[in-house]
């Protein structure tokens, strides 16, 4: 009973920035760990972060660690992901998904995905 919905997504220079929004509905949010994952056209759905039902985890890809940052705010059932020092190569739809456990990657629920394009 989790629906989510990203936003935030866009055209963007190389080395500039992005914030990625995810809202959900729904009264359980907030027992659900949430992650991030991406997929350019031809290429396999690739993780890139994740973060527990409480905030107080978090795990990223090697490929973004250090430039993303994922968050959460429980109260406004939504789900951020800062992109920083953006690169062509993150270019791909975005997509946010709720597990009921952290690291189990065994996703029940994902978004409608948004756009990412970085220009070089």
């Known amino acids: 009973q989790v629906q989510l919905v990203e936003s935030g997504g866009g055209v963007v220079q190389a080395g500039g920035s992005l914030r990625l929004s995810c809202a959900a509905s729904?009264?359980?949010?907030?027992?659900?760990?949430m992650g991030w994952f991406r997929q350019a056209p031809g290429k396999e759905r690739e993780f890139v972060a994740t973060i527990s039902w409480s905030g107080g985890s978090t795990y990223y890809a090697d490929s973004v660690k250090g430039r993303f940052t994922i968050s959460r705010d429980n109260a406004k059932k939504t789900v951020y992901l800062q992109m920083n020092s953006l690169k062509t190569e993150d270019t791909a739809v975005y997509y946010c998904?709720?597990?009921?456990?952290?690291?189990?990657?065994?996703?029940?629920?994902w978004g409608q995905g948004t756009q990412v394009t970085v220009s070089s």
């Open positions: 729904g009264r359980t949010f907030s027992n659900y760990a």
């Open positions: 998904a709720a597990d009921r456990v952290f690291m189990r990657n065994e996703y029940d629920y």
